[in-house]
């Protein structure tokens, strides 16, 4: 099981960073994804991070603004969010794939976190 945390309350152009630790597994030997559902939207790919190398993957729309890095010390992987924007408002979850390949299809996870929600003011 996973769980993802950090999420709150920020203010456009602001920043967060979430969290997404495992109580059962260790993560170094997983590749793992954020993704974020939007109310009324299908669930989409954020981000990436393979085990093997720490190979990174973003959406387009997130590119050189959020950052995924993982700390296998403290079995955490993080996504750092800067310049937030309304649109970024969603819940965040957090998913393991034990292949070394990193996904944006979430249907290649296996393991997925509870999700923290995001909320961007304008």
């Known amino acids: 099981q996973l769980q993802a945390s950090g999420g709150g309350l920020v203010q456009t152009g602001g920043s967060l960073r979430l969290s997404c630790t495992a109580s059962?597994?260790?993560?170094?030997?997983?590749?793992v994804g954020w993704f974020r559902q939007a109310p009324g939207k299908e669930r989409e790919f954020v981000a990436a991070?393979?085990?093997?190398?720490?190979?990174?993957y973003y959406a387009n729309s997130v590119k050189g603004r959020f950052t995924i890095s993982r700390d296998n010390a403290r079995n955490t992987v993080y996504l750092r969010m800067n310049i937030l924007k309304p649109d970024d408002t969603a819940i965040y979850y957090c998913?393991?794939?034990?292949?070394?390949?990193?996904?944006?299809?979430?249907?290649?996870?296996?393991?997925w976190g509870q999700g923290t929600l995001v909320t961007v003011s304008s």
């Open positions: 998913a393991a794939n034990p292949a070394s390949y990193a996904s944006s299809e979430s249907r290649r996870y296996d393991y």
């Open positions: 991070i393979t085990w093997r190398d720490s190979t990174t």
């Open positions: 059962e597994r260790t993560l170094d030997k997983y590749s």
